[in-house]
């Protein structure tokens, strides 16, 4: 059998810069380098006809179905990947009183993956590097963040990738312990299929689990849901049995929703558009942009002044808005199709 190798190198780099009133920040990277083991006889190493190209409209999510903390990440085409570790919690005090939470902003690299067999392949971190200093904390808006390491990303000595069709069967335990219980999951998980419906990347040694979900897909069904959403609350609107406080509250809640979704459709589109056509949708959106401040300001100056203000302005930009989303829907629906 072929002799193990294997390199650990820690670095901590901080990083401080103070010029005038510029910020000070730190940065602490943990990069790890590990040469892959084959044990001959057991596991055949082949021609990859894998590549992380695969994951570019996927989010992996490592979460357990019980308590707020999840681990989201997403990975491109050169294994380069990026996600956030949140765990809120109700410990809170006069500095803060939104409470606690734990929180990881973390990117690396994936290590070029090599195949194990049909639906398995093999890789490593090759960086890991957390935007803030690991236990240190600050507060924020009301929120005390403590900063921490990702979880779901320990000690990554060995990740395999599942691929879809993976017999359910051959799956570890280890795994199925936690893709059974996310959100789209459940406990008859492996009874339900008999092949993984989706990409899993699987954190050997600490028995940890990602599955994933298609981004244009759930994009799709949240702006159902917020469509279904604010409409329900116009009509509350309409009704006209709140407060004019409510309603400017609850008009200014339509237009975040909307404003939240178009965010999340261009973040999508800037994945997936070319340089050119990125370019020229950016020159689109900045016109758009200009169009729909100018006519929200044309819509409030008919009440200016007035306790209506809020809700006029907030329901003109969440009009605006909701027509700008599924413009850019069209769009994503035709990345969809390829």
Known sequence: MKKIKAILLLIVILTLTACGNEEVKENTEVEILEEVVVEEGKTEISESDFSFAEFKNLNFTFLSGAGGWSTEMTIAEDGTFEGVYSDGNADWADAYPRGTTY??????????????????????IESLTYDNPVGTEEIKDGLRYIYTDVYGLDNPEEILIYLPGMPIDELPEGYLSWVRNNWYMDFEFPQKYTTLPFYGLYNVSEEQGFSSYNRLEELK?????????????????????????EMNEKSQLIYDLWDGQLNKAWDILKKNLNADDMSALTREQLDWIAMKEASMKEAGAEVEGGSMYGMVVSQRGAELTEERVYELMEIVDELSEK
């Open 221 to 245: 069904e949240t702006v159902d849901s917020t469509e279904s959403y604010t409409s329900s609350i116009e009509e509350i609107i309409k009704a006209e049995t709140l407060s004019q406080a």
């Open 103 to 124: 929180y990881c902003s973390f990117h690396g690299k994936f290590a070029e993956p090599v195949k194990k067999d049909e639906y398995i392949y093999f890789t490593t």
